[in-house]
């Protein structure tokens, strides 16, 4: 149990390569990418001066998610961001980030387990159990990148037959 909690430290050679010290071989930024997808805290440590490196490489993994065009931040966000910087906003951005994204997460959270709990007259609806289990996926796809929450399993369906049935259930609910 205390294993779980206790982050997974990476130490940075000189070299620049980065060493997983769990399991003794070197990983790189995609790799620790995963290991935080999956929940998992990382360190990152320089081995010569002890310096915490962490947040520097987590920003390295947002920028080339961004670049490779895996956007969640808008421009006008980053532009924001930037602004903080050159303002005062800069002491009270961290703690309004992170209580954004708790709210997020215990949002998503409980619009899950609402879909599973709450009992709802239009359950009736045909195609509507359909639908509900592709907002299932989706929020469990959604929430598969949050630490602490399970991922999802892999969707079964590919775009073109989800948004087929999605007309399809468009044109049944314009018949009612």
């Known amino acids: 149990m205390a294993e779980a909690?206790?982050?997974?430290?990476?130490?940075r050679y000189a070299s620049r390569r980065l060493y997983?010290?769990?399991t003794s071989d070197y990983v790189t930024l995609e790799d620790i990418s995963g290991f935080i997808?999956?929940?998992?805290?990382?360190q990152i440590i320089d081995l010569k001066s002890g310096e915490d490196l962490t947040r520097t490489y987590l920003l390295q993994i947002v920028?080339?998610?961004?670049?490779?065009?895996?956007?969640v931040l808008p421009t006008n966000v980053l532009t924001d961001m930037v602004r903080a910087y050159a303002t005062?906003?800069?002491?009270?951005?961290?703690?309004?980030l992170a209580a954004s994204f708790d709210m997020l997460r215990?949002?998503?959270?409980?619009?899950l387990e609402s879909l599973a709990v709450?009992?709802?007259?239009?359950?009736?609806?045909?195609?509507?159990?359909?639908?509900?289990?592709?907002?299932?996926?989706?929020?469990?796809?959604?929430?598969?990148?949050?630490?602490?929450?399970?991922?999802?399993e892999a969707p079964t369906d590919d775009i073109a037959d989800i948004k087929r049935q999605l007309d399809e259930l468009q044109k049944k609910l314009s018949k009612l």
Not at 63 to 71: F, V
Not at 88 to 96: A, G, I, K, Y
Not at 106 to 111: L, N, V
């Open 5 to 11: 909690a206790k982050p997974l430290l990476i130490k």
């Open 20 to 22: 997983n010290t769990e």
């Open 37 to 42: 997808r999956s929940g998992r805290e990382v």
């Open 63 to 71: 920028a080339e998610h961004e670049a490779k065009g895996d956007t």
């Open 88 to 96: 005062n906003m800069q002491t009270v951005m961290p703690q309004f």
């Open 106 to 111: 215990d949002s998503q959270s409980k619009a």
């Open 118 to 152: 709450i009992p709802n007259p239009i359950a009736a609806v045909p195609g509507f159990d359909a639908m509900r289990k592709q907002q299932e996926a989706f929020l469990k796809t959604m929430m598969g990148a949050w630490p602490g929450v399970a991922p999802a």
